[in-house]
């Protein structure tokens, strides 16, 4: 093995921290510590778990690839309504109007701006 092989194999990256701000329905700063043994995300239906692995999505998978909530979809095949707009102004719900068409409410209004790091 060569020395340079070796020293790509030693290499190793761990995420530590996990950095959210404005991100869905998390207003503010929002910081999730990593532990290099792994972590576990539990909560109750609609209490963020998705939201949080859709804002890791977001920082590390490139945009062409990137399938947002593929946990709602079943099959993974289902279009999902979220985007990076949407999670960035923080739609929370959607209602129907007068004419029986739903409307997202958002938690943010435009512009807006959400920072993951």
């Keep these: 093995m060569s020395e340079l092989t070796q020293m790509y194999e030693d290499e190793k990256f761990y995420l530590q921290r996990f950095q959210i701000y404005n991100w869905g329905t998390f207003n503010g700063l929002h ?4 532990s290099k043994l792994g ?3 539990t909560g ?4 963020g778990k998705s939201t949080i692995l859709d804002a890791n999505s977001a920082l ?3 945009s062409n690839k990137r399938r ?5 979809t079943n099959d993974g095949k ?5 985007s990076d707009v949407t999670y960035v102004l ?10 029986n068409q739903e409307k997202t409410e958002f ?3 435009s512009p807006n701006y959400s920072v993951l790091a």
């Excluded at 109750?44 to 209490?47: D, I």
């Excluded at 923080?90 to 004419?99: E, P, Q, R, Y």
């Design 68 to 72: 947002y909530n593929l946990a709602s």
């Design 39 to 41: 972590m576990v995300i």
């Design 44 to 47: 109750e239906s609609g209490s």
């Design 107 to 109: 938690l943010r209004t």
């Design 90 to 99: 923080g739609a929370w719900s959607k209602k129907g109007d007068s004419n």
């Design 78 to 82: 289902k279009r999902s309504d979220r």
């Design 60 to 62: 590390l998978v490139p």
């Design 31 to 34: 910081v999730f510590n990593v």
